[in-house]
């Protein structure tokens, strides 16, 4: 597709329930970064792919949180035993090579944990 | 602590109001790179524009100009002629080297154009 595509777009899950977002990428894109979104608030960074290379992961929140990216194009990020403070838009965003380049965002899954 | 800072919360104007945006950043890059996005509700980041840390070249591309100023460490953004399609939540970001160019965005401005 022309842009970065996520699924699903909404998610409702159970406190306790593993969930799984996808995020496909602006093909050709090396680049891929996952974001959570509070509401009312601004994104808050969680992970950067090169290629396949997960190179930060630094704003992952805790050890329930996990992405991958196996063949350098496809993502996606697992939650595990989802929380109620989990509740968030995650947003993935793709970049083509060259670190200045622009960041295309994609619509976002929005999770809700009840 | 906040690298950048949208001290404007929320802005409210009237139609065809011009309105400027305030974002302030913090690097000690040399290189780096600030951005302006725009979440409408449907809730999708639309980006608007780039500026590399050595174009200090202001711009106005119809409606929107941008105001980059080294010296004050700030990017502003303007709208002239403001209308109701504009109301949208407004990013400002700053990509640096020193967290491999991803994006450490602002806490947003959310503006609303009433008719």
């Known amino acids: 597709g022309a842009g970065v595509s996520q699924s699903p777009r909404y998610k409702v899950a159970k406190r306790g329930q593993d969930v799984a977002l996808r995020c496909d990428p602006i093909s050709g894109h090396v680049s891929l970064f996952w974001y959570q979104q509070a509401l009312g608030q601004g994104p808050e960074f969680l992970t950067y792919f090169q290629n396949e290379a997960q190179l930060d992961k630094s704003g992952l929140p805790s050890d329930r949180f996990f992405a991958e990216r196996p063949e350098g194009s496809v993502s996606t990020l697992k939650i595990q035993r989802t929380q109620q403070e989990d509740s968030a838009v995650y947003l993935c965003?793709?970049?083509?090579?060259?670190?200045?380049?622009?960041?295309?965002f994609g619509e976002g899954s929005w999770l809700t944990v009840v | 602590a906040q690298k950048v800072t949208q001290a404007q919360t929320e802005i409210s104007v009237v139609e065809k109001e011009d309105v400027t945006l305030d974002c302030v950043y913090e690097?000690?890059?040399?290189?780096?790179?600030l951005f302006w996005y725009k979440q409408p509700p449907s809730g999708e980041l639309v980006f608007l524009i780039r500026r590399n840390s050595f174009d200090e070249q202001n711009e106005i591309s119809g409606r929107y100009s941008w105001n980059f100023q080294k010296s004050t460490s700030s990017f502003n953004f303007t709208i002239t002629a403001s209308q109701v399609v504009d109301s949208a939540v407004y990013f400002c970001?700053?990509?640096?080297?020193?967290?491999?160019?991803?994006?450490?965005f602002g806490k947003g401005t959310s503006l609303l154009v009433t008719p």
């Open positions: 970001a700053l990509s640096e080297a020193q967290t491999g160019y991803a994006l450490n």
């Open positions: 965003a793709s970049r083509s090579q060259g670190f200045g380049n622009t960041i295309y």
């Open positions: 690097t000690r890059d040399t290189t780096y790179y």
